[in-house]
């Protein structure tokens, strides 16, 4: 059968069955060239410490989600982030560096894995490049659904600041969308000036600009659709395509794409705070009095 169809039937994205099907041939070769060559999966002399062991036998051979493996280590120290991240850091170093092949052997067999895995084992800062492409979905999708989230009093203060009225010349113009509920097609296409100031002041908020105003309306259109649009998969591989093509094109696209889009720091870079939940509630409560 075709790959679409075997998708269809196993009720996954076309792209997600790619993925797994790439992982299960990758992990077969890997598991099959290693273990041909040595007898188990880390040497006994090998210069690792007892944690890190049992944390490569249970993300690595046992399989375990990598909550239950930073338990299965036996340390409960280990479950600390600060303190698994030094340990696996040290010794994967030690593994690198040894002068043993089968240690060599182990570490390029640890990188791999993490690689290929359907999560990380390593911390971030040890991590080569996925091998899945696809991955940064996670972060769009956290960027756009906080552009549906940005409060109205904070979309009509950007338009208040930043709309350049038609007097200006088209060439004196880049072109922002803005998605809200406020706007009557749920978006809207806000020029602004093409000043370093105004790129600067739009690119801190986190939004993306465009040079040309079709771009920035099918941008807004785009995301506006978001939820829409990417509830069939077939749909949802064209959405995405056409959404990285869009934002590759914005002239800030470098500088905002390398930043971590998390709900704290986009919280920062649109000026919200976010109410206690205990104040929310005392806040409700004198409401009602």
């Known amino acids: 059968?075709?790959?679409?169809?075997?998708?269809?039937?196993?009720?996954?994205?076309?792209?997600?069955?790619?993925?797994?099907?790439?992982?299960?041939?990758?992990?077969?070769?890997?598991?099959?060239?290693?273990?041909?060559?040595?007898?188990?999966?880390?040497?006994?002399?090998?210069?690792?410490?007892?944690?890190?062991?049992?944390?490569?036998f249970g993300t690595m051979i046992k399989r375990l989600p990598k909550e239950d493996a930073l338990t299965y280590a036996g340390d409960s120290s280990f479950r600390l982030k600060e303190i698994s991240n030094k340990i696996i850091q040290t010794d994967v170093l030690r593994l690198k560096e040894s002068q043993n092949k089968w240690d060599n052997d182990l570490y390029k067999f640890i990188m791999e894995f993490d690689r290929w895995n359907n999560y990380r084992i390593l911390p971030r800062s040890m991590q080569a490049p996925s091998a899945y492409e696809r991955r940064t979905n996670k972060k769009h999708k956290t960027y756009i659904r906080y552009l549906h989230q940005i409060p109205d009093f904070k979309i009509k203060a950007l338009v208040d600041i930043y709309?350049?009225?038609?007097?200006?010349?088209?060439?004196?113009?880049?072109?922002?969308?803005?998605?809200?509920?406020?706007?009557?097609?749920?978006?809207?296409?806000?020029?602004?000036?093409?000043?370093?100031?105004?790129?600067?002041?739009?690119?801190?908020?986190?939004?993306?600009?465009?040079?040309?105003?079709?771009?920035?309306?099918?941008?807004?259109?785009?995301?506006?659709?978001?939820?829409?649009?990417?509830?069939?998969?077939?749909?949802?591989?064209?959405?995405?395509?056409?959404?990285?093509?869009?934002?590759?094109?914005?002239?800030?696209?470098?500088?905002?794409?390398?930043?971590?889009f998390t709900s704290e720091n986009l919280d920062m870079a649109f000026g919200l705070k976010r109410i206690p939940l205990h104040k929310r509630r005392k806040t409700k409560t004198k409401s009602a009095e």
């Open 1 to 56: 059968m075709s790959t679409w169809g075997v998708g269809e039937i196993l009720k996954l994205s076309h792209y997600k069955y790619l993925e797994l099907k790439a992982r299960a041939e990758k992990f077969f070769k890997l598991y099959s060239d290693y273990f041909q060559l040595h007898p188990s999966l880390v040497r006994p002399d090998a210069p690792i410490g007892p944690t890190f062991r049992d944390y490569l």
């Open 163 to 260: 709309w350049k009225g038609p007097k200006g010349k088209p060439e004196s113009r880049y072109y922002i969308s803005l998605v809200s509920t406020f706007f009557e097609d749920g978006y809207a296409v806000i020029p602004i000036l093409k000043t370093d100031k105004v790129i600067k002041a739009i690119t801190d908020n986190k939004i993306y600009i465009f040079e040309t105003q079709d771009e920035a309306d099918d941008f807004g259109l785009l995301t506006a659709r978001f939820f829409e649009e990417t509830i069939n998969q077939k749909k949802g591989l064209q959405f995405w395509k056409r959404y990285r093509e869009l934002i590759e094109s914005a002239i800030n696209y470098r500088e905002i794409n390398n930043m971590d």
